[in-house]
């Protein structure tokens, strides 16, 4: 599974949602299936084992039915995208990282060499790179908005076009040097706070390193005021193009019945923007795992999503988003195939045993 790439041309189409749309779509996207939710339960009641016993696993399994509006739900047809975009504010020395590295990645990424490549062959999972137009960077956030407002709705668009009806799983990862900052004055732009409560060490810069970070957030919400008046407006002052897709995917999923699996830091800060214009906006979305990067916890936090597990992995990528296939897959493969009670000739819970006295 090495990777189909292409590039996102910018040339302007009328046809494209403008980040007004967006914001209008939110309140009308679907909600939770309950007919298959329920179905999918009363199945999981009669399978044999202590009722719960299976923990999480069953309600992944409730998940997945809820959002595919599928009674059994179905996994066969995963898909991981990753986006890539080039950050201004990688210039300033804010990732231990050249800039350079984002657009090398995706060619790692193409010849099978990255991480995301090997989970994503291990798990079948349908690996998309979506570059998106490295030669033109975001502008320094410290000197004014990343982007104007149709290149992020672009780039939003973009990302919805990566999502198609009759998948079963859509995980998300990204590839943009710099983006653990952009993605940290995100968040310190929609849930506040100072900037060191989301700034951490990214791809590893050191103690100096964070304290570059942290100057260039506050940078960035001084010269962007207007951050702090609406998530999309913060998402197109702070975020990046890669950041904007994978919110435009989001949308884009919901509207497709597609499950979601969010990866690290600068995926769930992405996703965040949507939570903090609507928070029933990711329910069809859950966050495979905790990342190291330590504001990831207080995002968890501050949206409401208890990661599925905790390695400390700080990578991005998709590659925790991944990891969460083989869960999935064995959370279904229960379901689908483990005998009933009935089926098993058990008895079941508080049955009377057979010949006991009165
Ligand atoms: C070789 C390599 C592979 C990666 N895969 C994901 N990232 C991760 O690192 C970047 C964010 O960290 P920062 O804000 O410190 O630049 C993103 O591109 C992210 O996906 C990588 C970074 C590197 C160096
Ligand atoms: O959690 C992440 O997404 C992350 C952490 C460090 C570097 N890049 C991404």
Redesign the pocket.
């Known amino acids: 599974m090495s990777g189909h790439h292409d590039h996102s041309h910018h040339h302007h189409d009328d046809g494209l949602p403008s980040l007004d749309e967006i914001r209008r779509v939110l309140p009308e996207l679907p909600g939770p299936d309950l007919e298959s939710a329920t179905a999918a339960l009363q199945r999981e009641q009669t399978l044999l084992k202590p009722a719960g016993a299976l923990g999480r696993l069953e309600e992944l399994v409730q998940w997945l039915a809820t959002w595919q509006a599928k009674a059994p739900p179905e996994l066969t047809h995963p898909r991981i995208v990753?986006f890539?975009g080039a950050?201004g504010i990688?210039a300033q020395g804010?990732?231990?990282?050249p800039p350079a590295?984002?657009g090398?990645?995706v060619q790692?990424f193409i010849n099978g060499h990255?991480?995301?490549n090997q989970l994503a062959e291990l798990h079948d999972a349908d690996l998309r790179v979506h570059e998106m137009d490295l030669d033109n960077p975001t502008q320094d956030f410290t000197q004014g908005p990343a982007m104007n407002e149709a290149a992020c709705a672009r780039a939003a668009a973009y990302g919805m076009m990566a999502v198609e009806p009759g998948l079963h799983l859509l995980c998300l990862?990204?590839?943009?040097?710099?983006?653990?900052?952009?993605?940290a004055a995100l968040c310190a732009a929609l849930f506040g706070g100072p900037a060191s409560d989301w700034v951490g060490?990214?791809?590893?810069?050191d103690a100096e390193?964070v304290k570059r970070?942290i100057a260039v957030v506050e940078a960035g919400l001084a010269a962007n005021p207007s951050a702090l008046t609406d998530p999309f407006e913060a998402l197109r002052c702070l975020g990046g193009q890669?950041l904007a897709a994978i919110m435009g995917a989001i949308i884009a999923s919901r509207l497709a019945r597609v499950p979601v699996v969010l990866?690290?830091f600068?995926c769930t800060a992405a996703a965040a923007v949507l939570y903090k214009a609507d928070p029933k906006a990711l329910d069809h979305c859950i966050v495979a795992h905790r990342s190291a990067?330590p504001g990831h916890t207080r995002l968890l936090a501050a949206i409401n999503k208890r990661p599925l597990f905790d390695f400390d992995m700080?990578?991005?990528?998709g590659?925790g988003a991944a990891l969460a296939i083989p869960v999935l897959k064995s959370a279904l493969a229960c379901h689908l195939n483990m005998a009933t009670f009935a089926e098993a000739g058990v008895a079941q819970k508080g049955e009377r045993p057979a010949g006991a006295m009165h």
């Open positions: 990753v890539a950050h990688a804010v990732s231990a990282y590295v984002t090398q990645m790692a990255a991480a995301i990862g990204e590839m943009g040097i710099g983006n653990t900052t952009s993605a060490p990214g791809t590893g810069v390193g970070k890669e990866d690290g600068a990067e700080r990578l991005g990528e590659s």
